[in-house]
């Protein structure tokens, strides 16, 4: 009998002890928590006495700390990039708007002659149409963003598509005694897509190349198993970051001299995600070689 009463003295003590522990290591969770959010640290919480049913409970407090973090860093990414795509746009705005501003100014204030007015008045009109491409630009980027809109698909003659957003900067390219160099099958390439994007992504860059390049640019499609669109420009500096060029509002200091918002590649990045292809970029020495990848089906 006495054999007993020691084994269940033995079994309550033991289970005092378990229980004793058990509170302990549930009141020290909060009192951690709180401390891991006074500290804003990416410190995780971790159990004393190794409970199983208390660890499984850590272990999912834990993926929503690391959840909770990654998503603040997440948001301040985003916050930091909003400000400075606020501060790009007031640049990129304010830019063509003041100069125009100050054309209109000679104008009216000016004693000049008809002939010079007529240069003036133009010069006021390429700035107001610049000031019209980066609203277009910002607005068309914003639409993207929140569009939620099924995208029709339909089989392409993407070769005639290319010709016709090659065709549309032929003059631009000359007037710089420059070329765009197109090498591609004779043949038909068809592809099931969506011709409004495709022209997008093809003239953004394009344009893109014309802005940051002086040098002629090579166009390359190759027709496997998937479609490959390459466009190659020497580049006019090494300041370029490869691995940022397809961020929303990314600039040097090179390409804002001619003007760049900044969305181009974004733009169309957004678009060959939007058709199920791939869009990447590389440095080839001193080129700058981007290709879109498209599903030939």
Known sequence: MQFIIVILLIVIIILLTYLFLLKKELNNIPQKLEYIKSIDSNTLIHSEYNFKDINNVILKINDLISEIK???IDYNRKNNAFLKMMTNISHDLRTPLTSALGYV???????????????ELKI??????RLEELIDSFFEFAKIESSDKK????????????????????EEYKKDDRKILLNCSKDKIMVNSNKILLTRIFDN??????????????????????????????LLGNKLDIERIFEEFYTVDISRTKEGTGLGLAIAKEFTEQLGGKIYAKKVCNKLEITVVLCDN
């Open 124 to 129: 006021i009109y390429e700035r107001l149409k």
């Open 70 to 72: 990654e998503i603040k």
């Open 205 to 234: 860059l394009i344009a893109n190349a014309y802005k940051h390049s002086n040098s002629n640019l090579d166009i390359c499609v190759t027709a496997n198993d998937k479609i490959k669109i390459t466009f190659l420009n020497e």
């Open 151 to 170: 995208l029709n698909f339909e089989k392409i003659n993407l070769k005639l598509v290319l010709e016709e957003c090659i065709a549309n900067y032929y």
């Open 105 to 119: 100014d000679i104008v009216l204030k000016s004693d000049i002659d008809e002939e010079e007015k007529q240069n």
